[in-house]
């Protein structure tokens, strides 16, 4: 069984920086496209960043510039390191990863992280 595991989040102030990191683990043999989510109070799931194996990245609008993604593909490892932070990225932060392990190929997602930023 693939499982998430996401670390680094907590409380930032207005302007400061968060690394967030998220590690696969179980009968991994590859996986695509690692990505990270999040969801404030009320709204929808969004995405905030992706990476693919191959290190090309995607980003929402509200993080060009202050985010940055990046994976560890022998750890099945991904990362966001967010700075510059406003108190609009307050959300519980999911990672999401595309799996290709002894079960097939599916989607997981991590259980999530809570980021706090006070202005």
């Known amino acids: 069984q693939v499982q998430l595991v996401e670390s680094g989040g907590g409380l930032a102030q207005a302007g400061g920086s968060l690394r967030l990191s998220c590690a696969a683990s179980?009968?991994?043999?590859?996986?695509?496209?690692m990505g990270w989510y999040r969801q404030a109070p009320g709204k929808q799931r969004d995405l905030v960043a992706s990476i693919t194996s191959g290190g090309s990245t995607t980003y929402a609008d509200s993080g060009k510039g202050r985010f940055t993604i990046s994976r560890d593909n022998a750890k099945n490892t991904v990362y966001l390191q967010m700075d510059s932070l406003k108190p609009e990225d307050t959300a519980v932060y999911f990672c999401?990863?595309?799996?290709?392990?002894?079960?097939?190929?599916?989607?997981?997602w991590g259980q999530g992280t809570q980021v706090t930023v006070s202005s």
């Open positions: 179980g009968r991994i043999f590859r996986i695509n496209v």
């Open positions: 999401n990863a595309n799996v290709f392990s002894a079960s097939g190929f599916n989607p997981y």
